[in-house]
């Protein structure tokens, strides 16, 4: 009861007209980053959090949300109309959006995925809202040994859960450590890796890090693949909606099982990406009209959007309770609740009530005020793709500048953004994943900080991490989280070795 009068109570601040126009801007904001090649819901997240200085937590936070949910919406624009995938995962809507669309049937394509993407974030809404306070509640049990546990499980799932190669995600989190590293040691007051520079003292700066990994390499990429978009027109009306919408309660099973993968995935680093795939194939497999699949079935659309876009709402969970981001976009807000003097975890459900509750409230209402904006203006969004994006990416570019500037004006900063606007180019064209240097850069000072006060606290003995029963239960999960990978490759490959043993055995028969 005490969860729903503070829901009641967050709806009282989201509500409030002006938090109510930003949610209407953060939508129409993140449905143009959303439909804008090679941008999408971290990108467009991390280039306009410097939008947000000085602005009130709470009302900053719920324009950053509402900025997601609206790329989340867009994605699924160009992949139905364009074939194109706005974000990665977005890329199984086209298997079957696309031929939609060809077919004649683009505005029942887009109504699917948009409600679908709308069920999808509502299920990852409801999790966080009953489950959220419970892990807060419990993880202020925590002391700085059980803290430090956290964080290497975390790291560990990451590495052994990750869809990525095992040893680039290793390489990434201890590129992010490094970074992390750099500046004034807050527990001895030394200086490391400043190399003499006082404009690295302070370290280096999460947001700049940010704008230039996530947005200026993808301007990068994009300039590079000189993307020209032909793609087909729709115009949604009311008929089509509700037409659509009275189908739509035939695929409650394949909307409650793609809900529940997402919504796990979204929790453990598994990611968007991954749930999204796995509720395509999970409805394939167990859809009656699964040969169908590839060739123009709306349930290969609903299934996608439903699990992608519960577990990028889930991800906020432990981002809001532990203070850990699930996703790349989580661990830009969680930057954001940083410069905001916000200290992400189980003492923001304490110290800060008002401001969790308004943006969990806020979740409800952006995702419905973006269910509706997109229902009404696709075909306004979808010309945005006709644009030249030679006239788009030097705007793009001059507001990531403007951003990186802003935050302690200093043209050493725009200069590190651009480096790290190559690091990150470099890295997506090597296939190295960004989100475990993220994670690092953002938990890696914090976790060694949690690792030293434990030692300090214990007179120096390893013993700590496992002095009592929740400790000992972490420590043990992260290791068998880090060795659940390769040991389920090493299964797997030996699996496929006897089947191939055995094929020729039995051709010889």
């Given at each position: 009861m005490d969860d729903l009068s503070s829901l009641i109570a967050g709806f009282q601040v989201a509500l409030s007209w002006h938090n109510i126009g930003f949610m209407a801007v953060g939508v129409?904001?993140?449905?143009?980053?959303?439909v804008l090649p090679g941008l999408g819901g971290p990108n467009g997240v991390a280039i306009l959090l410097p939008l947000t200085f000085g602005m009130d937590p709470t009302s900053a936070i719920i324009l950053l949300s509402s900025i997601y949910w609206g790329a989340l919406f867009g994605g699924a624009i160009t992949s139905i109309l364009f074939n194109i995938p706005g974000e990665a995962w977005s890329v199984a809507t086209t298997f079957d959006g696309y031929p939609m669309a060809v077919q004649g049937k683009a505005a029942e394509a887009l109504t699917a995925a948009f409600?679908?993407?709308?069920?999808?974030?509502?299920s990852g809404v409801v999790l966080i809202t009953f489950v959220a306070p419970l892990v807060a509640q419990f993880a202020l049990k925590f002391g700085p040994a059980e803290f430090f546990a956290v964080f290497l499980l975390t790291f560990c799932s990451f590495i052994g859960m990750g869809r990525e190669n095992r040893a680039k995600i290793i390489a990434s989190l201890c590129i992010g450590f490094l970074l992390a590293a750099v500046g004034l040691d807050s527990i001895s007051g030394d200086l490391r890796m400043?190399?003499?520079?006082?404009?690295?003292?302070?370290?280096?700066?999460?947001?700049?890090v940010v704008i230039g990994l996530f947005g200026v390499s993808e301007i990068l990429l994009t300039v590079e693949e000189g993307l020209v978009f032909k793609g087909k027109q729709a115009k949604i009306d009311l008929k089509v909606v509700l037409r659509?919408?009275?189908?739509?309660?035939r695929y409650w099973a394949t909307l409650v099982r793609s809900a529940i993968v997402?919504?796990?995935?979204?929790?453990?680093?598994?990611?968007a990406i991954a749930a999204s795939f796995m509720g395509y194939g999970l409805a394939k497999r167990f859809s009656k009209r699964g040969k169908n699949f590839g060739k123009g079935e709306i349930e290969g659309v609903l299934a996608p959007e439903t699990a992608a876009h519960a577990a990028g709402t889930s991800a906020l969970l432990p981002m809001l309770a532990l203070g850990i981001p699930g996703s790349a976009t989580a661990a830009v807000l969680l930057g954001g609740l940083l410069v905001w003097g916000l200290q992400p975890g189980p003492m923001l459900f304490v110290e800060q009530k008002e401001f969790v509750w308004g943006l969990i409230a806020s979740m409800y209402l952006g995702n419905l005020a973006g269910l509706i904006i997109v229902l009404a203006t696709v075909p306004l969004f979808a010309a945005i793709m006709r644009i030249p994006f030679s006239f788009v990416a030097p705007v793009i570019l001059i507001v990531c500048a403007i951003g990186a500037y802003t935050i302690s004006n200093s043209i050493f900063d725009i200069w590190l953004m651009l480096i790290f606007g190559v690091v990150g180019y470099v890295f997506k064209k090597l296939d190295y994943p960004?989100?475990?240097?993220?994670?690092?850069?953002?938990?890696?000072d914090r976790a060694e900080d949690a690792f030293r006060q434990a030692l300090l606290g214990s007179g120096g003995s390893l013993?700590?991490?496992?002095?009592?029963?929740?400790?000992?239960?972490?420590?043990?999960?992260?290791?068998?989280?880090?060795?659940?990978?390769?040991?389920s490759d090493a299964i797997a490959a030996l699996r496929g070795r006897g089947r191939s043993e055995a094929e020729p055995a039995e051709a010889a028969r």
């Open positions: 129409i904001l993140g449905i143009i980053v959303g409600t679908a993407s709308f069920i999808g974030a509502l400043t190399f003499g520079s006082t404009e690295l003292m302070r370290g280096f700066d999460f947001l700049i659509t919408w009275a189908g739509l309660p997402g919504m796990w995935m979204g929790v453990t680093p598994g990611g960004l989100a475990p240097m993220i994670l690092a850069l953002v938990l890696g013993g700590v991490f496992w002095a009592n029963g929740l400790v000992t239960t972490l420590v043990v999960l992260a290791l068998l989280l880090l060795c659940w990978g390769p040991a």
